[in-house]
């Protein structure tokens, strides 16, 4: 098995240097469905408190190069419905320097793999630009299909934009294939 270039761990107090850098980029929110709202470092200290905190709703960890540690992006699992045992993948890659590298899908590969083995969950789903076509295609190596369009539903750069709903269920392989299981 070929070994994953990063790692994923909890977030730490450490990391809030580069947080709240990577909250005060509007170049990386251009890419994000959230609006771009600068932080002060207060806010970003009280914020990254509260993702570091056990909840039951989500997870939050930083996505790691394997060779080096740095801390290159986050990743999380927000929505968690334990009763329909679904989750919704957030991700993004901070600087424009570690993206392009693989980091991404492994770190969804790796999430996807922690929350069908480890969670229990039968679906995972995510929200992206219509016109991210690099995250598009990393989410499909995934195995996530796209499910549906929003159209109009981000402001971004002054218009509005589409979005799409990408989905991936327990049953598929990262390949987009059933295991054969059935519902």
Not at 54 to 59: D, L, M, N, V
Not at 153 to 175: P, S, Y
């Amino acid at each position: 098995m070929k070994k994953e270039p990063v790692f994923l761990r909890a977030l730490a107090m450490g990391d809030l240097n580069r947080t709240l850098k990577w909250h005060n980029d509007p170049a990386l929110y251009a890419t994000l469905g959230g609006a771009f709202r600068p932080v002060s470092r207060a806010v970003e200290r009280e914020w990254l408190r509260r993702k570091r905190a056990f909840t039951s709703g989500e997870i939050n960890l930083a996505i790691c190069a394997a060779k080096t540690g740095l801390h290159v992006g986050n990743i999380y699992l927000r929505n968690l419905d334990w009763v329909a045992r679904r989750g919704e993948v957030h991700i993004f890659i901070g600087d424009r320097k570690h993206r392009r590298k693989g980091y991404g899908q492994s770190a969804v590969r790796q999430l996807a793999e922690q929350a069908f083995r480890t969670l229990g969950l039968q679906r995972l789903y995510l929200l992206v630009l219509a016109d991210n076509a690099a995250a598009i295609k990393t989410y499909e190596k995934c195995g996530f299909v796209v499910e549906g369009r929003l159209r109009r539903h981000a402001f971004k750069g002054g218009r509005f934009k589409d979005m799409l709903a990408m989905g991936r269920c327990a049953t598929e392989t990262a390949a987009g294939r059933s295991r054969g299981e059935t519902e």
